[in-house]
């Protein structure tokens, strides 16, 4: 989905990645595109920041109640802030204007492949005690649900598919936050904390690899 209150910018940008062999639906505000959202679920979005009605931020903070939904911000604001405010928001990653195509493909190419890599687009498996549907973004443990973060769930669906695969910090945040996230390890040492606590009896699910980074064991 294209977010963009210039219809030009709209038609350029649908135009090209139709022709990389995606199907684009469009709207011209974040109104407009929450309504089109209930309707159809694009697998991603590319939203301007400043659009009239709703601003691209505004439409970031209704979008991350009910949906969880990759997001690309594009805008003419390229100032730090604006960056920063926007990857807070949920971002998963924010292009200035002007901008190549070439660019936007690969950005939106590498946010799709971190996406399903996390497994987010993929359905529902079980591992050990553990039965993740991320079709729903649910976890069951020992049949009981459990109440996740995006964030929390992302962390646990990379390691869990990927079952004694040790992932240092910094590919947990590159696959889970992106390559332009503002953060170090603290980050994910702080979430896996707070997943060991949800956890409860299973918390040794996620083991310490130490002075390298965290796996998954059942």
Do not use: C
């Amino acid at each position: 989905m294209i977010i963009d209150d210039e219809e030009a910018m709209r038609a350029l940008i649908k135009t090209f990645l139709i022709s990389e062999g995606y199907s684009v639906i469009e709207a011209s505000n974040g109104m407009d595109a929450l309504e089109r959202i209930n309707i159809v679920a694009p697998d991603l979005i590319v939203a301007d920041v400043m659009m009239p009605y709703m601003d691209g931020f505004t439409f970031a903070e209704e979008l991350k109640k009910n949906h969880h939904i990759p997001l690309i911000f594009l805008s003419a604001k390229g100032e730090e802030w604006d960056k920063i405010q926007g990857l807070k928001l949920g971002g998963d990653d924010y292009i200035v204007k002007p901008f190549h195509q070439g660019e936007l493909l690969a950005r939106i190419e590498s946010v799709l492949r971190r996406v399903r890599q996390s497994g987010i687009l993929s359905n529902r498996i079980t591992v050990g005690p553990l039965v993740l549907d991320a079709s729903g973004y649910k976890v069951m443990i020992k049949n009981q649900p459990l109440s996740l973060t995006l964030k929390e769930f992302e962390i646990l669906s990379m390691l869990a598919r990927n079952k004694g695969t040790v992932f240092t910090r910094e590919q947990l945040l590159e696959s889970v936050w992106g390559l332009n996230y503002i953060g170090t390890g603290r980050t994910v040492d702080t979430h896996i904390k707070t997943l060991r606590l949800k956890l409860k009896d299973h918390a040794y699910l996620i083991q310490t690899a130490w002075g390298v980074g965290y796996k998954f064991e059942v």
